[in-house]
């Protein structure tokens, strides 16, 4: 009896002097809309910067990689580091082609709806240049086409219900039209085709790498699943190969 009279007191007065709770951090998922526009300014700054580095690598990661090797798989990782970089050239020629792809889209639309040729031109060069950050380039295209729309001085639209009045709004639907085929289209076909992934394969890798983690995963789903595979199916058959497994 004594013994519980004494949990009784202790627990009692634990609970009586508990310390308050302490507050809880802010939840990562609830980030404001600087925070956001941060986060996305940062990938789009370090995505380039991570693509020349590895794109001017002279051999210094190839050479550290085979130096820890033993030298019975000196030859299967050397033929497996091969085709890894054939994968990243692959990526970096579907880029190219979706660049082009989406900066003459954006031309011929801004000609259509009344922006002078000289000025379509310009904004599709800008557009394709801008676009080797995924998805850097619609929005660099709605900035200048904008830009155009409220400082420019002439249109000469091919449609004829547009004028001075609408032709900002024309100019934001035709740029939403080559986002829309650049997402739905050149991505998919000639990104995915480039490094020989289905379109679906593609879709699913980057709305699943947005979900997970958030415009980085975006950025990196397809070079990464690109990588993944090259690297999956070269080191199977160069170890069945070798007879190593």
């Known amino acids: 009896m004594k013994l519980r009279a004494h949990a009784a007191n202790y627990a009692g007065g634990g609970v009586g002097t508990a310390p308050p709770p302490t507050a809880q951090a802010p939840s990562p ?3 404001t809309p600087l ?6 300014l940062s990938a789009w700054g370090v995505a380039p910067l991570v693509f020349l580095f590895v794109l001017r690598d002279t051999g210094e990661i190839k050479r550290g990689l085979l130096s820890v090797l033993p ?4 030859e299967p990782a050397l033929t497996i580091l091969a085709d890894l970089d054939r994968a990243v050239g692959d990526f970096v020629r579907g880029i190219f082609l979706e660049c ?18 000289r000025w379509a031109m310009a904004i599709g060069i800008f557009t394709a240049a801008t676009n080797v950050v995924p998805y850097m380039g619609s929005g660099a295209a709605l900035v200048a086409g904008l830009a155009y729309a409220f400082l ?10 547009v004028n001075a009045g609408n032709f900002a709004w024309w100019v934001i639907a035709a740029l939403g039209v080559a986002a829309l085929l650049d997402n739905v289209v050149y991505e998919p076909l000639l990104l995915g085709g480039a490094v020989q992934l289905h379109p679906l394969v593609v879709v699913i890798g980057i709305v699943g790498g947005g979900i997970l983690f958030d ?8 070079p990464i699943i690109a990588v993944c595979r090259a690297l999956a199916s070269s080191s199977l058959r160069q170890l069945k190969a070798y ?3």
């Open 100 to 117: 082009v792809a989406l900066g003459l889209t954006v031309m011929v639309l801004l000609a259509v709806v009344g922006v002078p040729p």
């Open 215 to 222: 415009f980085a995963g975006v950025l990196l789903a397809v």
């Open 243 to 245: 007879g190593l497994i």
């Open 35 to 40: 925070a956001m526009v941060g986060h996305i």
């Open 71 to 74: 030298n019975r798989l000196f």
């Open 152 to 161: 420019g001085d002439e249109i000469h639209p091919f449609l004829p219900m």
């Open 29 to 31: 998922a609830r980030q």
